[in-house]
Structures are given as structure tokens and as C-alpha cells.
């Protein structure tokens, strides 16, 4: 018997969707076990009905729900709610649902600071006014997931690698709860390490890191160790996907991001981070801007506003 | 007042909107209005941020073309900081740069736009998706679903992330590329070369004869057209002048630095979205169906109207049989998904192009930048139309302010007109199906947002 899958898009980029598609033939061999009942980036099954004449959201019943995107809006958090209604298990699928991802950079700032740039750039017309009519009015913030609704497995990633997100719907599909391991990034790196204190700042990643393109990626020195901001170290690991190839950044020869969120669900990045770069004697100050360090995982008020300005965390 | 029916989310779409009809008292339209409901604020949240990280987080704004977005931040940044380009970084970028339009184009059609002509407009909701087609054609739908796998992998395994990128960098390319890469991508991209020509074959055989009427009829609007060309006016995808074309064929051709004297943006009460429109034309904005006022449209067939001719043999062949039948500029609506086939045909032969120039395995491939202060755009034609980047930097080369237009913005007002045309011309005296909604639909997932 196939299995109900509904799947749902809130504050997101399609990424996590274009992932799921990326999966190719894999999908097409599991779509006979998988019977979509709404999936708005590829069905046409409408919230108010297919004559728009409902007056509440309504999704069919679900075995799974697969949620993308953070809650920014009210109809965000009204579709969050259906989707925990109607499915027995939640997925949080990437790390905009796990941990807010990068629109959660908004939360340094409040609504009325993006307003402000917003409706007023360069090329807006002035007179500029924040929309009312039709659309969804703003929460105060940007939220993942599991701050508003209960979530049952945890899919960071941004987007998630196509091999974990197979994996989590095999497993589901046999009756089982997917397991992902908790290792960091610099776990599955195969660079080269020779040990602390090699640097003592920071570079920008305008400059080029050492390596010999003609050679493995073993051969290369970790990146940390060249004197870059890596976050292989505080991050989840998973972005090679299962066949054994390294860390995507650090295989394009860039330094890790931390896209996949912290280590563990609770991790915080930003501490763990400064902490790695003080055990190792890393000058702090050069850091050009510390709320990076939480790009990816800026939601459960890790970055707040404070006084129009950031901090607190 | 009659009935509003809501149409929400709008699907087989990439982002979210979704569209309220009034109907009046005779059950005929009063008013469509089309609302995008998507505000995440990167032009205000990347301030402050250095602004090569910002090449990296702006990649964020859309998953389906996030390298558009890299490419687009990066030759901003490069900008900021008068950054050298080495060569060959040059040529990976615009490489990459075709290469992810192959995947777009292929996914569009397919998967988005198809199901309403391989399984009708009319088929039940259930069946009318990349699921139905899968089960009715599933020897075309496994080719479909490869193609997309190979152009998308081409990329991870050379560039090393493909959704959401990271190789591009101020001053060109994070690695280079070797030759026996080189080979493996040249061997990847004849197969997606040959299967380009399959699909415009197989459309104009199978499927536009089919819906003529819908094509000639659906959501057509008279407007101008924005679209990139070269010196010599051919189009290209990764650099050129900007040309702002009027609904009678005639233009402007302008650099990107100085898209502010050409290009506004007017806010509307219904959504979150800009509607830029054409300043320069000194007319003001109006989606007025019968007096449109400043409206342009970006995406394929704006950049196949736009451009003097297609630089790659058999898309320029392509171009002057679609030209012959529609004229320029072609105005039907659902005449983009025809001008996206051309483009998937184009973008394969350029990315060959690409891949067979030597220089392209040079093994320098990025030039070492100074963070400093400064002002710079960057642009690229992405998908969706014309992606503006416009960054201005502080002393330590972090980001001052953004302004971002993006490929989908410039074509929110004749999304929004389209959309009102079709309402107005299927639904009559109250009567309304699914048939008619899903229709009205279709006139968005011509253009997609
Ligand atoms: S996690 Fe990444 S890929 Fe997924 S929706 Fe968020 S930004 Fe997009
Ligand atoms: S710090 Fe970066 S380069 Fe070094 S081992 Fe970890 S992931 Fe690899
Ligand atoms: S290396 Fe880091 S930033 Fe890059 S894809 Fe992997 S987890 Fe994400």
C-alpha cells in the first residue's frame, strides 16, 4: 500500500523542493510506494478547495508531511498547524524548518526596519506603503519550525543532501524512524590536519587558499588551518551525501558555512564556534562580523533585536 | 456584489501568490487581483555583512536559480572592489551560468508547465502533474526526469554545491577546471544538447498544434520586453547591455550601472511584491488591460523579442521560424513556454561552446581582491528576466545598502494584467469550473513567479 505524503512550502527558497527532485530515477521508483495528496510545487490541490470556496485552509489526511521554511507570516503558522493536524509525522525538511536558516538573518531587525529599506530603495517609488489588503501580515520574527508546532524528525540542510532525504522516506516507508548520525562537518573532511596553533587570525575569503588543483582533496590543508573561517567544525555533517565525497564547500575548495545548522538540534554555532577559535588561540577581533556565525540557525531567539540594534543571544 | 473566489496557493509555481476574483452580481468579473506574498527582506538583512559572504546568502532568494543569483552578487562585488577577473574564472562563471539554465528550462516546462498540455488543462487535479505524466508517458517522464538529473549533477560534481552555489568568488572561480572534468561535461552536455532538440521538436509536433487557440488567446497583453544583448545586439545570458524594448519593437540599450534611469518600481495596496516599470519611458504605471502605462515583461520571450538574433546555429534557426509565425515582438502569453525551448536549445550550444574553448581549463582562475569601499551592480539574465544586484560598500568592503531587482519582479504587473485578461475571458455569467480556474492558471505558469 502506498503511503500519504503531503508536503508544504512556508517561509522558503524551493531549494529543499529542487533537492527532493534531485533525488531523478531514485523518485521515480519510489513514487509508486508514495501517494502525493498535496504538494503545491508540482499539484494543483488548492487550500480552499479547487473553487477557492472554502473559508479555511484544508489539507487532505497524511501518513507524512514534509514542511520546508520557517513560519514568517500568519499564513505560514495557519498552514504549519493544518499540516500538524492532518499528518501523523512531521518532517522538518531543511534548515530553514529546523533552525530558520538564512531569512532568519531578518531577526536582527525588527519589521519596521525592513519596511523602511524596503519600501524605499533606490529604484521604489516614494510615497512607498507597507501592503494591507489580501496578504498575510508579518509575526514579529522569523520562526522554525518546532517553535510553533511539534515536529517529529529533524532534516537539516540547506538544502538537505537528496541521499538523506531518500533515506528518511525509505525508512519511514518501511514502518521505521530514520536515523541521521550526529557528526560535524570536519568529521567527514578529508582534509589534511597538522595540528593547532598554526594561525593565530582570521583571513577574509577574498584571498586564496593553498592548494594544487591537480591533486586530491586530501592533499589539501584544512582550511581552518589556513588561517580561514571554517564552521566544519560546529556544524552537522551530511552535505556529501552517503557515497563517501567531501564536505560540498570544502570539495569547490571553499570554507564550510555551516548551512547544515549546529551539531546537535540544541547546538548554538555561534558559541561553539568562538569557542573553537579561542581554544585555538584565534584573535576574535578580526572576526569582520560575529551574527554570521548564525546564518544559518538564527531562529529560536539565538538573534534578536535589541534596541534597534543586534545582540543577546 | 457576487462571489470572490480565492485561488490559493497558486501551484506549479516557484513561489507563492495566489489570486482573488470578484465576480459581480451577473456573475461576471468585476476585479482579479493577483497578490505575491513572499517578503523575506535580504536587501535589508545583508547590511553590515561582509560583502563576499553576501554572495553566499543571496543565494537564498530562490533555490530554483540560486546560481543566477551568485553570478549576479558576484560580478556586484567584484564591482565594490574594482576586483581583477581572472580569464578563466570569467569563462567558468558564464559556463555554469548557461549550464544552470538548462536545468531551469527543462524543469519549467516538464514539470510545471506540461501537465496542462500532455494531460489537458481539463484532466482532474490529481492526475494533472508530473505524477500523472509518469504514469501515462512514463518513457518520456524517465528521459524528462534523467535529463534534469545529469544537467543538475554536471554541475555538483565540478563546482561542488548546485543548489544554493559557493564556487563563484570576487575576482572569478573558486577552482579550476581539469580536462578529463572538461571531457565528462562536454560528453554530458551533446546528450542534454540532443535532447533539447527532442523537446522543441516534440512540442511543435505534439503539442503547441494542439492548443493553438490557447496559445493565440490565453493571457495575451501588448507590452514592452527587457532582455540582455551583446555588442552586436545577439543575446546572451551573462553579460551585455541591458535593452529596454517599447510594445512597437523600438529600444534602449543601456549599461547596468545605470539601470536607476530607466527602471522604478511602484508598490500596490495587495502585496508584498514591487512592480517595476519602464521610467524612461516617461508615461508613468498603469495595468490598465486596455491603456497599460509603463509595463514590460522579462523572462524568454522578452529575450527572444529583445535580441537581434541567437548567436548558436540552431536556436538562431529556431528564432527565425518562431518569428516567421509570430513576428517581433511576439506578444501571446503562453508563447514563453515556445521561447523557452528555444533558450533550452541556445544554452546547451553555448554551454558546448563554452566547454570546447581551451582557455577554459587555464589554471588561474581567481585574482586575489581587496575589500574597499564602493559602488557596484552586477547583472545577469536569470530564468525569470533581468537579476540586478546593487551594492554599495564601506571602508572594510562590507555591504552599505542592497537594491535588488530580480528576474520574477519585472514581471509581476503583467503576471497580475495576464492573470485579469484570462479571468475576463473564461468566466461569464457565474459560470466557473476548475477547468476555467486552472486555466487562468496557466496564464501564471507561463511566466512563473
Ligand atoms: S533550507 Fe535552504 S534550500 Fe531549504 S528552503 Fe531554506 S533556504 Fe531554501
Ligand atoms: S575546518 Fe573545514 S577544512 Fe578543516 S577539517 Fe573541518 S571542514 Fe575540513
Ligand atoms: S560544507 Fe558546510 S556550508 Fe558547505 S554544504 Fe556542507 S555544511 Fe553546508
Known sequence: MAVNVASEWLNSCSGCEIAILNLGETLLDLLPKINFVHIPVLMDHKHLGQLGDKQHIDIPKATVGLVSGGIRNEEHLEVAMEMRKKCDIVIALGTCATHGGIPALINSVTNEELFDRYYATESTDSGAQVPTKGISPLLDRCYALDEHIKVDIYLPGCPPHPDQIATAILALLNGETPELPFKSVCDTCPTKRMGKGAVKGIKRAVECPEFDPDKPIDEMRCLLEQGYLCMGPVTRAGCAGTNGEAPRCISARVPCRGCYGPVQQKGNQLLDMLNALASNGIDLSQLPDRDSLLRFSGAHNRLVVKQGKKTRR | ?449
Open chain 2, 1 to 449: 456584489m457576487g462571489k470572490t473566489i480565492n485561488i490559493q496557493p497558486l501551484s506549479r509555481i516557484e513561489g507563492h501568490a495566489s489570486i482573488e476574483i470578484k465576480l459581480d452580481d451577473q456573475g461576471n468579473v468585476a476585479d482579479a487581483i493577483t497578490h505575491f506574498n513572499s517578503i523575506r527582506g535580504f536587501e535589508k538583512f545583508v547590511e553590515g555583512k561582509p560583502a563576499e559572504e553576501v554572495t553566499r546568502i543571496v543565494t537564498r532568494i530562490c533555490g530554483i536559480c540560486p546560481w543566477h543569483h551568485h553570478m549576479s552578487s558576484v560580478k556586484a562585488v567584484d564591482a565594490c572592489f574594482d576586483a581583477e577577473v581572472a580569464p578563466a574564472g570569467h569563462l567558468l562563471r558564464e559556463c555554469m551560468q548557461n549550464m544552470a539554465h538548462i536545468n531551469d528550462k527543462i524543469l519549467h516546462f516538464y514539470f510545471l508547465a506540461a501537465p496542462d498540455f500532455v494531460m489537458g488543462p481539463d484532466a482532474d487535479y490529481s492526475v494533472r502533474n508530473v505524477m500523472g505524466i509518469a504514469n501515462a508517458a512514463p518513457d518520456l517522464a524517465r528521459q524528462v526526469i534523467r535529463m534534469r538529473q545529469k544537467s543538475q549533477m554536471m554541475m555538483e560534481k565540478f563546482a561542488g554545491k548546485v543548489i544554493h552555489p559557493i564556487a563563484g568568488v570576487p575576482g572569478g572561480f573558486s577552482k579550476p577546471m581539469n580536462e578529463s572534468q572538461r571531457q565528462e561535461m562536454v560528453e554530458d552536455s551533446k546528450e542534454l544538447l540532443e535532447f533539447a532538440k527532442f523537446s522543441i521538436k516534440h512540442a511543435k509536433e505534439e503539442i503547441f498544434p494542439k492548443y493553438l487557440d490557447l496559445v493565440t488567446t490565453l493571457g495575451t497583453i501588448t507590452t514592452g520586453f527587457i532582455g540582455t544583448v551583446d555588442k552586436d545586439g545577439s543575446l546572451n545570458f551573462y553579460d551585455g547591455k541591458i535593452r529596454l524594448m517599447r510594445p512597437d519593437g523600438s529600444f534602449d540599450d543601456f549599461e547596468d550601472t545605470d539601470y536607476l534611469d530607466y527602471i522604478s518600481e511602484r508598490t500596490l495596496d495587495v502585496s508584498y511584491g514591487k512592480y517595476p516599470y519602464a521610467k524612461s519611458w516617461n508615461e508613468g504605471f498603469s495595468m490598465d488591460l486596455d491603456a497599460p502605462k509603463g509595463i514590460y515583461r522579462s523572462n524568454c520571450l522578452a529575450r527572444i523579442n529583445c535580441c537581434d538574433q541567437i548567436p548558436t546555429p540552431l536556436a538562431q534557426k529556431e528564432l527565425e521560424e518562431f518569428r516567421k509565425s509570430f513576428g517581433k515582438p511576439a506578444q501571446h502569453t503562453l508563447l514563453y513556454h515556445w521561447a523557452r525551448l528555444i533558450e533550452l536549445v541556445y544554452s546547451c550550444e553555448k554551454t558546448l561552446e563554452l566547454l570546447n574553448n581551451p582557455a577554459i581549463t587555464g589554471k588561474e582562475t581567481r585574482c586575489t581582491v581587496t575589500p574597499k569601499a564602493g559602488r557596484g551592480v552586477g547583472h545577469v539574465e536569470a530564468p525569470r528576466g533581468t537579476l540586478i544586484h546593487d551594492y554599495t560598500t564601506d571602508e572594510n568592503g562590507c555591504i552599505k545598502t542592497a537594491n535588488l531587482i530580480v528576474g520574477t519582479t519585472h514581471n509581476l504587473a503583467p503576471i497580475s494584467m495576464s492573470v485579469k485578461q484570462a479571468a475576463n475571458m473564461l468566466i461569464k455569467n457565474g459560470q466557473v469550473d476548475e477547468t476555467i480556474l486552472n486555466k487562468v492558471e496557466m496564464a501564471v505558469r507561463a511566466y512563473d513567479p
